[in-house]
């Protein structure tokens, strides 16, 4: 039986959702929590966006004892630099790089060219490796994206010390057969299945745990998402219900997580209560 591991955002994407702004000692509790549950990584914040941030990563690297503790960074050196000072004491930690690989992105956003991306990605994930070892890449919008260009920026990506591939449905844009083949064709066309691929699924349309659901049947080996499924606009996946589909269904998913299932309720009512949601 293959084991997923289990990535926890909440108290970063999860708290880039409105009025859902976390003090350092209400992060510091929930991530206390999520390492004794048994979750495998707990991004902690983006330390380049503000002091906040930064201090609770800090904070948090401190009191995790198990689970990987992982800051999120843009891929320029003062995000990567400001991501390992944050993360520097931590017994397991990551470093998150992330950039736009969709047209849209790349010419609106970025205001860069395809190759400027690329040459982006081989020169700053090299940095961040020369920093820490585990290295998680994410191609932001990825399921937008060109296949073929994912392809040559997960092949780059892995070539500079990747060790984890993410691939985001960023806007939630996705269904399910249509992020079958998506999977399927970069796995197919890239290194991808050479190291640790993983999905972040968000809840635009709905089918957020559909697409989870979906890409642990394609073989990816991480999962991405948030305690109640909070978030940036409709949110993330909620985790509780990917971990619940892996428990009750286990006969289709034939998977198994580290996480202690019998946590959800208090997790879940732990998040309630800081970020002032009802659960549904």
């Known amino acids: 039986m293959r084991k997923i591991k289990i990535f926890d955002t909440t108290l970063r994407d999860g708290e880039q959702a409105p009025w859902f702004g976390m003090s350092k000692s209400s992060k510091v509790e929930i991530a206390k929590m999520l390492d004794e549950m048994g979750v495998d990584v707990i991004e902690a914040g983006f330390a380049a966006s503000n002091g906040i941030d930064f201090e609770a990563i800090k904070a948090i690297s401190n009191e995790v004892k198990l689970a990987t503790v992982c800051s999120l960074a843009r891929l320029n050196k003062n995000d990567i630099d400001k991501a390992y000072e944050a993360i520097k004491d931590a017994r397991h930690k990551r470093i998150h790089v992330f950039i736009a690989t ?151 998913y034939d998977v198994y997580t580290d996480v202690a299932l019998a946590y959800s309720k208090k997790i879940s009512q732990l998040v309630e209560d800081v970020t002032h949601q009802s659960i549904p």
């Open 102 to 252: 969709s047209d849209i992105h790349i010419k609106d956003k970025l205001h860069m060219t395809r190759d400027e991306v690329i040459n982006s990605v081989h020169d700053m994930v090299r940095y961040a490796k020369s920093k820490v070892d585990d290295i998680e890449f994410s191609l932001e919008d990825a399921t937008r994206s060109d296949k073929d260009f994912a392809c040559k920026v997960i092949d780059t990506a892995i070539e500079a010390g990747a060790t984890t591939i993410n691939i985001p449905d960023t806007v939630g844009y996705t269904e399910p057969d249509e992020f079958r083949e998506f999977l399927t064709y970069l796995k197919e066309n890239s290194r991808l299945d050479e190291v640790d691929w993983s999905v972040h699924c968000h809840n635009d349309l709905g089918l957020a745990v559909a697409n989870t659901m979906t890409a642990i049947k394609c073989g990816a080996s991480q999962v991405e998402g948030t305690i109640n499924g909070i978030g940036e606009r409709a949110g993330n996946v909620d985790l509780i219900q990917v971990l619940a589909n892996i428990s009750v269904r286990n006969n289709i």
